[in-house]
């Protein structure tokens, strides 16, 4: 099935570093939707955007809605182990409905 | 306030047979939907429901239906199951109006032998 392009696929990082990956589309979005997924459980939602630019923060994360609305971005600040797991960004396919198409994800691995 | 819960939590089944799976959705959400999610992979849209009329569907067969309920519980029925349905079913639901976040329940893991 479809899916968004996500870097870096993977990614080891000392505790305590910075992180950054980013979501890639060719089509035009008007939602995004950031989550975290631990082994076996559901995704957890992180942080929603709904416009072109806009930069909005949850704790130690800030993801941005770029603006071509192409592309979304995830900064985590100075990461903790509790921080491993694999990130998925989630794009709104059809405005006014719930039908989102998900990226590859980034599987985040932190060395205390 | 519980969050999205679904049942089973796991379930083992033989190609060919049918499977319900069950979804309920945070109290106050009247929309819900349905995703698979295949191991290393993203999740994939599969249906969309709100106030019980389908909203949104994604490109899976039409082995694959699903229905919402007035208490705005959700069933997904899988028929004719091959070893490729098997996969984590995952449940969202949404609340209305024009925030389009979606919640996720835990999953149910489906193993088609």
């Known amino acids: 099935g479809q899916q968004l392009n996500q870097s870096p696929q993977s990614m080891f990082i000392q505790e305590g570093e910075d992180v950054s990956m980013n979501c890639t589309s060719s089509s035009i979005f008007n939602t995004w939707l950031w989550y975290k997924q631990d082994p076996g459980e559901g995704p957890v939602l992180l942080i929603a955007l709904y416009k ?3 930069l909005t923060s949850n704790g130690r994360l800030t993801a941005q809605f770029g603006i071509t609305r192409k592309d979304s971005f995830l900064n985590i600040s100075a990461s903790i182990p509790s921080d491993v797991g694999i990130y998925f960004c989630a794009g709104q396919i059809t405005s006014g409905t719930y039908k989102y198409i998900f990226g590859t994800g980034t599987r985040l691995k ?3 | 306030d519980a969050g999205v819960t679904q049942s089973p939590t ?3 089944k033989t190609r060919g047979q049918h499977v319900t799976l069950r979804c309920s959705p945070i109290s106050g959400h009247k929309s819900v ?3 698979q999610q295949v191991l290393g992979q993203g999740p994939q849209f599969i249906f969309q ?4 009329e389908e909203r949104g569907r994604g490109n899976f067969p039409d082995r694959f239906s ?3 309920f007035p208490n705005y519980s959700s069933e997904l029925n899988v028929n004719a199951l091959l070893l490729g349905d098997s996969a984590l079913y995952l449940c969202a639901s949404s609340p209305s109006g024009s925030n389009y976040e979606q919640y996720f329940g835990p999953g149910t893991r489906l193993t088609v032998t």
């Not at chain 2, 429901?49 to 019980?52: A, F, N, S, V």
Request: glycine share 6%; aromatic share 22%.
């Open chain 2, 49 to 52: 429901y709100y106030e019980k």
């Open chain 1, 52 to 54: 072109a630019g806009e």
């Open chain 2, 33 to 35: 939907s349905w995703y």
């Open chain 1, 110 to 112: 932190v060395l205390a």
């Open chain 2, 66 to 68: 699903a229905r919402q």
């Open chain 2, 10 to 12: 796991h379930l083992i």
